[in-house]
């Protein structure tokens, strides 16, 4: 079972930037959907953004929410997914895990978490007006 631990998050101020890091091991994220979510308080957990594994592309999907505004990527030598994000705001607010898929692709069910079966520990993002 992939163990993933999510670190980055923190405190920022509206239009702030943040970068989170999810870190594999036992597994390589480079052969496998990777996927962000968060959860506000109050709210269900929501698909954020997913890459593909190498063999397939590595295309990305992003919620249209955060289309424009946030990145993800994949450094394999590290075995670390990434979540760029830009130009915060408040709505941001929320945890962000990182999750693994059992497949390769990225479909139509990226932003399901039924999709995903092992997931970070979270790490808290808040951004204030």
């Known amino acids: 079972q992939v163990q993933l631990v999510e670190s980055g998050g923190g405190s920022v101020q509206a239009g702030g930037s943040l970068r989170l890091s999810c870190a594999a091991s036992?597994?390589?994220?480079?052969?496998?959907?990777m996927g962000w979510f968060r959860q506000a308080p109050g709210k269900e957990r929501e698909g954020v953004a997913a890459?593909?594994?190498?063999?397939?592309?590595?295309?990305?999907r992003y919620a249209d929410s955060v289309t424009g505004r946030f990145t993800i990527s994949r450094d394999n030598a590290k075995n670390t997914v990434y979540l760029q994000l830009n130009s915060l705001k408040v709505e941001d607010t929320a945890i962000y895990y990182c999750?693994?898929?059992?497949?390769?692709?990225?479909?139509?069910?990226?932003?399901?978490?039924?999709?995903?079966?092992?997931w970070g520990q979270g790490t808290q993002v808040t951004v204030s007006s």
């Open positions: 890459i593909s594994a190498v063999s397939v592309g590595a295309a990305t």
């Open positions: 999750a693994a898929t059992p497949g390769l692709a990225c479909g139509g069910s990226w932003s399901s978490l039924a999709a995903y079966n092992d």
């Open positions: 036992t597994y390589h994220v480079s052969r496998k959907c």
